[in-house]
């Protein structure tokens, strides 16, 4: 069945270092979101990609979406430590059932 | 614009017990969706109704059942409650299967 993978499961940096979430899924999708989830919240919408090879960029944050847009990711430059939190993916498969990925979650040392 | 509400935030039942959760969507958005959050299995999709209709649903048993209010607000409810249960259980409304808005959940516990 459909199924987002989403690696790495965690990921601990240093302040100013970079980070990289990948979503990968067997089958094309529709389109792609990513959320944001920070600690004993609820997740929130970052970012919606639709079209094969889109980027998008939102200050420090940037979106791919792959060509045969089967996979995704969300890189962040120079992380602070309001970027901490679980990062997940959700594909839409068939225009109608979202998957979210396991998430990746993101710790960042001052 | 409100965001959406749930209630209640925390619930404390006993196995075979059930329960009742409700959501309130951001007005004018059709469609709401049911989520499952627990440490291990991360955020698995329940069902998913729009318009009073159901449109989807996830691969969880027949416990859980849900349903749709003309004015968008729905409810999903969990019967033979079992300590798997135990879970945040995540209400995210759209306007249509685009941008969703999640509710701060409802914290289950089952003793």
Not at chain 2, 9 to 17: C, D, N, P, V
Not at chain 2, 74 to 84: C, F, I, K, P, Q
Request: proline share 4%; charged share 15%.
């Amino acid at each position: 069945g459909q199924q987002v993978m989403q690696i790495p499961q965690y990921q601990h940096v240093q302040e100013g270092e970079d980070f990289t979430t990948y979503c990968n899924s067997s089958t094309t999708l529709s389109n792609i979101q990513w959320y944001k989830q920070r600690p004993g919240g609820h997740p929130v919408f970052l970012i919606q990609l639709v079209k094969s090879g889109e980027v998008k960029k939102q200050k420090r944050l940037t979106f791919q979406f792959g060509e045969a847009k089967k996979n995704s990711s969300l890189h962040i430059t120079a992380t602070q430590t309001t970027d901490v939190g679980t990062y997940f993916c959700a594909g839409l498969y068939n225009f109608n059932k979202f998957y979210f990925g396991s998430g990746t979650k993101l710790n960042v040392k001052p | 614009k409100a965001g959406v509400t749930q209630t209640p935030r925390y619930l404390i039942k006993t196995r075979g017990q059930q329960v009742t959760l409700s959501c309130s969507p951001i007005s004018g958005h059709r469609s709401v969706s049911w989520y499952q959050q627990t440490p291990g299995q991360g955020l698995q999709f329940l069902f998913e109704y729009f318009s009073e209709t159901q449109r989807n649903k996830g691969n969880f048993p027949g416990r859980f059942s849900g349903r749709q209010f003309s004015n968008s607000r729905s409810e999903m409810n969990v019967s033979t409650l079992e300590l798997g249960d135990s879970a945040l259980y995540l209400c995210a409304s759209s306007w249509d299967r685009n941008e969703q808005f999640f509710g701060p959940g409802t914290r289950l516990t089952v003793l």
